[in-house]
């Protein structure tokens, strides 16, 4: 056995930030982003942020469930142990103000250990860098889009997961007494 399921989407990192989170996380955790900032991830086991070096060209956000545990891949540029609960069962990549990028339905809700490693994130941040010294005030919006894509190395976040358990139970005491 092996690889379940991969799941690919391109995200704008806005304000530096790419989000992966269950479909019922929506409140934002300033803590575990203040953690990405320093340490390119942060997780709060509902939300997973990932801090890009530049906050306008795509960056492609990879998703794979394993049957078993797997080792972290070599050849990146890092990488970081993380668990993630989802309740729904539904992953959401988010582009923090611009919403949603797309969602990735799992295999079964529940808790999945696992890490994130990036790569192409250094040199993502060197291209744009560079394309911002190139800019002048004739270029058009389509150009400048142009120039980002022109970008040699693109910056990927992998998220390699597996299933470890099912999710917690929610608790309705609050709802039993409305």
């Known amino acids: ?45 509902y939300h997973l942020y990932l801090h890009s070096l530049q906050p306008d060209i795509k ?45 990735m339905t799992l295999p079964r809700p529940g808790v999945y250990e696992g890490h994130v490693s990036w790569t192409g994130r250094t040199a993502t941040a060197a291209h744009y860098a560079e394309v911002l010294g190139q800019i002048s005030n004739d270029w058009t919006t389509e150009q400048i889009g142009h120039a980002w894509e022109q970008n040699p190395v693109p910056e990927q976040y992998t998220l390699d997961l597996w299933f470890v358990r099912a999710p917690e139970p929610i608790d309705d005491e609050d709802e039993d007494d409305l």
């Open 59 to 103: 960056v492609q956000v990879v998703i794979r469930i394993w049957d078993t545990r797997q080792e972290p891949p070599t050849g990146t540029e890092g990488t970081v142990p993380v668990t993630l609960e989802s309740e729904t069962g539904t992953l959401v990549v988010s582009q923090f103000t611009f919403g949603p990028a797309g969602e």
């Open 1 to 45: 056995m092996g690889l379940i399921i991969e799941y690919r989407v391109a995200a704008r990192p806005d304000r530096r930030i790419v989000e992966v989170y269950d479909a019922d996380a929506f409140t934002t955790d300033s803590t575990a982003i203040e953690a990405a900032s320093q340490h390119v991830v942060g997780n709060n086991g």
